[in-house]
């Protein structure tokens, strides 16, 4: 499968634009999502080839909507990868245990990024 939509899921306005921009250039389509929740819905309802999820956001986490998209039918065949501001390896082993492919740490490396949405191909 080849990956052309990618769900953005971050509650910065910052951070979708700056994600949007980017992965735009590179000719993807882009949603984005503002939360867990609207994350979960979006990924049902629109089918994105792959996820970016930021963890830190009010109401459902995403470690969580990870794991609730992981464990759904629905959508578990979507990767996730989880592109965040949590460092510390014990935040990278737990959302990769929430079902996650890959992590990418912020501030973003740009080349690593596309590299990790190319290799979910």
């Known amino acids: 499968m080849s990956v052309k ?6 509650d910065s306005p910052t951070d979708q634009y ?16 503002s939360g867990g929740e609207e994350a979960v819905a979006k990924a049902r309802s629109d089918s994105p080839d792959l996820i970016l999820m930021d963890v830190v ?11 609730q ?3 759904d039918s629905a959508t578990r065949h979507i990767p996730v ?3 965040t501001t949590k460092n ?12 996650a492919k890959d ?3 912020k501030p973003i490396d740009e080349a690593e990024l596309l590299q990790k949405i190319a ?3």
């Not at 956001?57 to 794991?67: E, I, K, S």
């Open 5 to 10: 939509k990618i769900l953005v899921v971050d």
């Open 18 to 33: 700056y994600l949007r921009e980017l992965l735009g250039k590179q000719g993807y389509q882009v949603l984005l999502a």
């Open 57 to 67: 956001m009010p109401g459902l986490n995403g470690f969580q909507a990870t794991r």
């Open 69 to 71: 998209l992981t464990q």
């Open 81 to 83: 990868i989880i592109c």
């Open 88 to 99: 510390q390896e014990t935040d990278r082993i737990w959302g990769m245990k929430q079902g």
């Open 103 to 105: 992590y990418v740490m």
């Open 119 to 121: 290799a979910q191909s």
